[in-house]
């Protein structure tokens, strides 16, 4: 026993074996070191931060735990035993009931529950319809350039090639897709990502018009809409055309990611397809969740929650946006008018992974976003989430940017350029 307790003290550092000297107690003014991890090579470790603006995340801190426990208990208390089985794949009846009330009448969705599927986010969703494409006979799969980086590597496991659109300030620029010989296209229309565009009036009616023509289909993914400032969201282009438009949403943003709840609508003629594939790959998404946030819907709880966070963003929006504006004037802002993020063109001399890592020096992680232009040339630029910082954070966060800003602008080349430091993997969101 006393040997266990020894271990468990050298385990948590608060004794050190000296080999010839034995065991010393560790001095506790100074922290047990971490251990060290060997940097791949070419990396220097930089120093952690305190400040994450990095995208990808809602305000976590905003959960709305406790409706979520009282509809649990609701759910344990009143599931039939049934339920807790093998149950549809493409989701639980009650969910998809709710959600097609909730996407006709805040998406503007051509939807019934029958057509919804219900997956473990839209990576899933995504992931699915594109193994579909695949093999159907698609080779190539458009995407906008921006794009999320990590859904360009997830899909391109699944389809030949990934090519890249350019998007302009209406969206995605559709003359260039027609000059393709692409019949699929993965599109953000309610808020691109990374750039916050919403796709113009007159870009959605052509790419539905090009859809119908090339007989392709479109891949909606509609990750925020909920999240628009100045004016209600837009509907989503799967109510234009439901024949030509696959609709794809998540609670990733809306809730949280860690719960794995997306949906899809996809055009009927790949109904029965999407349903064998949900099978196949997973038997149905975990139904417990699938109840909760069906009685959220149902009770209102989640159009709150939305008022709630929608409010809280807009704060944040507002003292990021304020603060850019009187430390950062040359920094050109896009997607101000909703999302969680905003993005930020870099001024001439403003290196994008110096900067990124002149801010990792100050303690405050930005994401750079060359890794989103794919094969198309990438203007320098960073993207800053407000989501998860308050005001005051925010307008710290600006501050250091700013100096790092400065920094960059006046670094010499050298070894210790700082556009060689990564920052080392700290958070999940290093990994995406
Ligand atoms: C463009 C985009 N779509 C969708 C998602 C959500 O993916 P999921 O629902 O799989 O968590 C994200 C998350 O960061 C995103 O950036």
């Excluded at 003359?175 to 692409?182: D, V």
Aim: proline content about 7%.
């Amino acid at each position: 026993m006393v040997v266990d307790a020894y271990a468990q003290l050298v385990a948590e550092g608060f004794l050190v074996v000296r080999a010839g000297s034995g065991t010393v107690v560790r001095d506790v003014a100074r922290p047990p070191s971490r251990p060290s991890v060997s940097a791949p090579s070419g990396r220097v470790e930089a120093p952690p931060y305190d400040i994450d603006l990095r995208p990808g995340l809602p305000d976590l801190a905003s959960f709305p735990r406790a409706v979520w426990l009282a509809a649990t208990r609701d759910v344990l208390r009143l599931l039939p035993d049934e339920e807790l089985g093998y149950v549809a794949p493409w989701g639980a009846l009650a969910l998809r009931e709710e959600l097609a009330d909730y996407l006709k009448r805040v998406r503007a969705a051509m939807v019934e529950p029958d057509h919804l599927v219900i997956v473990t986010g839209a990576t899933q969703g995504l992931t699915l319809l594109v193994r579909m494409l695949a093999e159907t006979g698609h080779t190539i799969l458009a995407v906008e350039s921006p794009s999320n980086a990590s859904q360009r590597r997830v899909l391109g496991r699944h389809i030949s090639h990934i090519l890249d659109v350019p998007v302009d300030d209406e969206g995605l620029v559709v003359t260039e897709l027609e000059r393709t010989a692409c019949r699929a296209v993965l599109v953000t229309p309610s808020h691109q990502y990374p750039s916050g565009v919403m796709l113009s009036p007159a870009r959605r009616s052509e790419l539905v018009r090009w859809a119908q023509r090339v007989d392709g289909v479109i891949l909606e993914d509609d990750y925020a809409p909920e999240f628009r400032f100045e004016r209600g969201p837009i509907g989503c282009l799967q109510g234009l055309d439901p024949q030509h438009v696959a609709l794809v949403g998540s609670a990733s943003k809306s809730l949280a990611p860690g719960l794995r709840l997306g949906w899809v609508v996809a055009p009927l003629v790949w109904h029965e397809m999407l349903l064998a594939a949900k099978r196949d790959d997973d038997f149905g998404s975990p139904v417990l969740s699938q109840h909760v946030l069906a009685r959220l819907l149902a009770n209102g709880a989640y159009d709150r929650h939305i008022r709630r966070t929608r409010r809280r963003y807009m704060e944040r929006r507002n003292a990021l946006v304020t603060a850019l504006a009187e430390e950062l004037p040359d920094w050109e802002m896009s997607g101000r008018g909703g999302g969680l993020h905003v993005m930020l063109r870099l001024p001439a001399g403003v290196d994008e992974e110096r900067v990124c890592a002149a801010a990792a020096d100050r303690g405050l992680a930005v994401q750079g976003a060359r890794a989103m232009y794919g094969s198309l040339p990438a203007p320098h630029s960073l993207i800053a989430s407000y989501a998860r910082a308050p005001a005051g954070v925010l307008t710290e966060a600006v501050h250091r940017l700013a100096a790092a800003s400065t920094s960059v602008r006046t670094a010499t080349t050298g070894s210790n350029d700082p556009a060689i430091r990564r920052v080392r993997p700290a958070t999940a969101l290093d990994y995406f």
